[in-house]
């Protein structure tokens, strides 16, 4: 496969459950992101993780956990989450961070309701 | 306060006509802008950019203008096509803020045949 590919595609979890998401990418790119699409709203940023290290974390609850282990391997970590983070969750790459020129390659999401 | 905005939530255009979508922004430090595209049940894909030294650029149907003192740019979509139907979304950066880029909340473009 190219590109970024996130699975699953649709998520339903309740209140209590533990779940993640999984973002991976072929493209040889040493960003990855967290982005969070809540209806119209505009896509907010969650994390970046740069050679496998995270740089920024947007004051994102704790409920949020993010891991890369390694540079082509996101994850995100979901527990306790509450109904107002159902939303579209899309990983993004890029060749590196801090730098300007191109942008983003986008997954295609994960649309999570949270019941 | 949203530093890019996207205040046309929704745009229809007749197929061949001109499209044009508008962003503000409100940072002066943004000079790197892009526009990407999105089809549902799809993430967003990169269509263009523009970098401040410049208030054009162009890339075949696709032409995006920066009017660096009116904070605002443009994309034009010419002629347009039905699969130009799509949530189109503005970005900017700053040069001293990397790749983080804040996006608009998108404009609803439908291309009726």
């Known amino acids: 496969e190219t590109g970024v590919t996130q699975t699953p595609r649709h998520l339903v979890m309740g209140m209590t459950n533990k779940k993640s998401l999984k973002c991976e990418q072929h493209?040889?790119?040493?960003?990855m992101y967290w982005y969070k699409q809540s209806a119209k709203k505009p896509l907010e940023l969650m994390f970046v993780?740069?050679?496998?290290?995270?740089?920024e974390n947007n004051s994102v609850p704790s409920r949020f956990s993010p891991e890369c282990p390694n540079s082509s391997h996101l994850f995100l970590h979901l527990h306790t989450l509450q109904p107002e983070d159902s939303a579209l969750y899309l990983c993004?790459?890029?060749?590196?961070?801090?730098?300007?020129?191109?942008?983003?390659?986008f997954g295609s999401g994960t649309r999570l309701t949270v019941v | 306060d949203q530093q890019v905005k996207q205040n046309s939530p929704s745009l229809s255009v007749q197929e061949g006509r001109i499209s044009i979508l508008n962003c503000d922004y409100t940072?002066?430090?943004?000079?790197?802008f892009l526009w990407y595209k999105k089809y549902p049940a799809e993430g967003p894909t990169f269509l263009i950019s523009?970098?401040?030294?410049?208030d054009k650029n162009e890339d075949g149907r696709f032409t995006v203008f920066l009017n660096k003192s009116a904070k605002h740019l443009s994309l034009h979509i010419v002629p347009s096509q039905p699969g130009d139907s799509a949530v189109y979304f503005c970005?900017?950066?700053?040069?001293?803020?990397?790749?983080?880029?804040?996006f608009g909340p998108g404009t609803r473009l439908s291309v009726l045949p």
């Open positions: 993004a790459s890029s060749q590196d961070w801090g730098k300007q020129g191109g942008g983003y390659t």
């Open positions: 493209l040889g790119h040493n960003a």
């Open positions: 993780y740069s050679l496998e290290e995270r740089v």
């Open positions: 940072n002066s430090m943004f000079d790197y």
């Open positions: 523009i970098s401040s030294i410049k």
């Open positions: 970005a900017a950066s700053a040069s001293n803020y990397g790749q983080n880029f804040v």
